[in-house]
């Protein structure tokens, strides 16, 4: 992407956001990536890069363990790998040995459904393979603590074997001098020590003419000297050798074992690519994770659609300092692609325009953006910026001269690609002159399709963003009352400067006011009076509105509420019902049981007994249930003589008797021909036929 001038990235803080990108780095590499960050122009590459982090991203919050914990940088071992003769060392060995296995983990990462899931991140190693032999070639040779194992050549594992046997006949030997040294009162306090590489007894300074050998050295009191007893000269000298000897086959080994991983050296060198570009990746989310950074929906064309867009440095000053950041909301499109913004000072108009740009220059270099996911950005091939007192002292330009020259950059390279902001158009210069100017410049940047954001205090600028096709205004809130900027962008209207009201607020003289006023045109002053006056206005209008949806929201609430209270009664009321039908059943179910028992026992005594006129009888009572008639007369009876039958409507509240059964109850509420009548604890439902209305028989004095 080209940008204008060469300071714009500065200006709109994107060097801060790579500062703040480069410490989630660990790597070098990685660290590099963030330094070197560069903005793109090819939507595939900005839709890979954004992809890798929103994925990354995906797998911290889900807490997904992504296997790049090993910090490695080995650009030394790599390079020293690369030359001719080169021998690394055991160390170094197993840092190479931890690149293929981190590389190795990441691989086994990627099983079939993660390389579907997470195809982005999949794609950095797509294209390489992990090499099992690179391991294998080192264990072969190196232990877990980086050492040269004794097996690694039979020639290693001889020498071994001879220094383990000297080194055990010397510790003898000493063993025996020392002991004889103790018992004459030879020895120092140290007793034995190593010195040149070999070992040596401590005695005392006076005593070192009384044992024969090689007197090493002294210590700096002089009170001590370091002896090699004439007995372990031999052995020393032996065990010296075999040492050298070994040395000599460990070094031998150590550049066989760089050879041979040598070969391999294009492949290891794009392991630590990768595990830095992962690194990278990584950093990306985690600082997505800090500024709430989404991924937007990229589109083909040029376009700025934010929803819920924020400056990511001032979110993160905010959030320090516990104070709310207000977001910013605002299209830029083929219809309206320039924006007039205008307000009073220290409104957020600078802010805006600097949040707009910044977010666009991240989301360039393939950084996740803090906007809603429903935001659509479309891709610009170059940035120009204008943005407060540029004087050029290489040139010696006045602001207004280096104002026109930047304005003369714009016009003549401007296009349907570009995303310009300028702040305080035509500043600098006599406001009707400057103002004329800008009028230009605005109507000669639409005529070339350039999208950006203008801000403004001069009224021409406001009035021909409602004429000038492309081109709409757009206002800072600001709250009247107390005097406050509200932070928020106001699509559609200009905005009064509050000049006056300002000043009326804070006190100054009414006089001096009203003289001010009076130098002022009549127009200007009606038509900033006019826009103060629409801006609250809409104020209250969105307040009112707030209240309204507020309103709706808890009307919606309290209608959910009732509709589960009323599912709660509707389903106890099923499933007592559901209860007494089952309890009904039930009695039915026992009764044909036992039916089918005595018919059984009945049918037994038919063929058994001579007597057939008895069975007859039996079954006679069985069937017509002589002994349920005579219990059903008897609750008749009872009802009879408790309550009377009456004439008239029956309605809900009434006391009533079923025909069929002779029960009374109460009646709750009736349902067209239905009726719901409470017979004890239990509702049930009845015909209006089958009922009769009573009333308790009045007791004889």
């Given at each position: ?22 410490e ?17 122009t ?73 390389r ?18 690179i ?7 190196l ?77 700096d ?39 041979d ?8 060198s794009?392991?630590?690519d ?28 040029a ?120 702040d ?28 950006g ?104 609430k ?8 009323s ?17 009904i ?31 007859i ?69 009845v ?10 028989r009045?007791?004889?004095?």
């Amino acid at each position: 992407m080209k940008y204008f001038p060469e300071s714009a990235l500065v200006q709109l803080e994107f060097d801060k956001v790579r500062t703040l990108l480069q410490e989630h780095c660990k790597t070098e590499l990685g660290k590099q990536m963030a330094e070197e960050l560069r903005l793109h122009t090819h939507i595939d590459y900005v839709r890979t890069a954004l992809q890798q982090a929103h994925e990354y991203k995906q797998l911290v919050l889900i807490q997904v363990h992504f296997p790049n914990d090993h910090v490695l940088n080995l650009k030394q071992e790599l390079r020293l790998l690369d030359i001719q003769g080169a021998v690394l060392t055991g160390e170094q060995f197993m840092q190479i040995r931890k690149l293929a296995e981190s590389m190795s983990s990441i691989v086994r990462f990627f099983d079939a459904d993660r390389r579907v899931t997470y195809a982005a991140l999949y794609s950095v190693i797509a294209n390489t393979y992990y090499e099992k032999k690179i391991v294998t070639l080192i264990d072969e040779v190196l232990d877990e603590a980086g050492q040269v194992r004794d097996n690694a050549t039979p020639e290693l594992a001889r020498l071994r074997m001879q220094l383990f046997r000297k080194r055990t006949e010397l510790r003898r030997v000493f063993d025996r001098i020392l002991s004889k040294l103790q018992k004459q009162g030879y020895l120092a306090d140290i007793e034995e020590s190593f010195l040149n590489g070999r070992r040596v007894v401590a005695i005392f300074a006076e005593q070192k003419r009384m044992v024969k050998g090689i007197l090493h050295g002294e210590s700096d009191t002089r009170r001590t000297a370091f002896l090699e007893p004439e007995e372990t000269i031999q052995l020393n000298n032996e065990v010296y050798s075999l040492e050298r000897d070994e040395q000599r086959e460990v070094y031998k080994i150590l550049r066989g074992l760089t050879a041979d991983l040598a070969k391999h050296h294009s492949l290891l060198s794009g392991y630590h690519d990768i595990l830095g570009i992962y690194d990278f990746i990584r950093a990306k989310a985690r600082l997505a994770l800090d500024i709430n950074g989404n991924f937007p929906m990229l589109m083909p064309h040029a376009q700025v659609h934010l929803v819920e867009a924020y400056h990511p440095l001032l979110l993160l000053y905010n959030r320090k300092q516990g104070k709310p950041t207000i977001p910013v909301n605002m299209t830029l499109d083929k219809d309206q692609h320039i924006l007039v913004i205008s307000g009073p000072n220290a409104g957020g108009k600078t802010v805006t325009l600097k949040t707009v740009g910044l977010i666009q220059l991240m989301l360039q270099a393939g950084l996740l953006v803090p906007v809603h996911p429903t935001s659509q950005l479309g891709i610009f091939r170059q940035v120009m910026i204008h943005i407060g007192d540029t004087q050029s002292l290489e040139f010696e330009l006045s602001t207004y001269s280096s104002h026109l020259k930047n304005m003369k950059h714009f016009m003549e390279n401007a296009n349907g690609r570009t995303l310009f902001f300028i702040d305080e158009l035509g500043s600098g210069s006599d406001p009707n002159l400057g103002g004329a100017f800008a009028e230009v410049i605005m109507e000669e940047l639409a005529r070339r399709h350039a999208f950006g954001i203008v801000t403004t205090h001069y009224l021409n600028l406001k009035i021909m963003a409602g004429k000038v096709k492309g081109i709409v205004n757009a206002a800072m809130g600001f709250d009247e009352q107390n005097l406050q900027p509200m932070y928020k962008l106001l699509i559609g209207k200009p905005g009064s400067s509050y000049t006056f009201s300002i000043a009326q607020r804070i006190g100054l003289d009414q006089g001096l006011i009203n003289r001010a006023r009076k130098l002022v045109d009549e127009g200007h002053f009606r038509l900033d009076k006019l826009l103060n006056k629409a801006e609250q206005d809409l104020q209250k209008v969105e307040s009112k509105e707030k209240e309204l949806q507020k309103l709706l929201k808890e009307n919606e609430k309290l209608k959910k509420e009732y509709e589960i209270l009323s599912d709660k009664e509707r389903a106890q009321q099923q499933y007592t019902l559901q209860k007494l039908q089952n309890k009904i059943k039930e009695e039915d179910l026992n009764y044909l049981k036992d039916m089918e028992r005595k018919l059984k026992q009945i049918v037994i005594e038919w063929k058994r007994t001579e007597d057939k006129q008895k069975v007859i009888k039996q079954a006679e009572a069985l069937l017509f249930n002589r002994k349920s008639q005579a219990i059903n007369e008897k609750i008749k009876k009872k009802v009879q003589d408790r309550f009377e039958e009456v004439k008239g409507e029956v309605k809900a509240g009434d006391q009533v008797k079923i025909r069929t059964n002779n029960q009374v109850g109460r009646v709750n509420e009736l349902r067209g021909k239905i009726a719901v009548v409470q017979i004890g604890n239990i509702p049930i439902q009845v015909k209006l036929a089958d009922l009769v209305l009573v009333q308790e028989r009045q007791k004889a004095e």
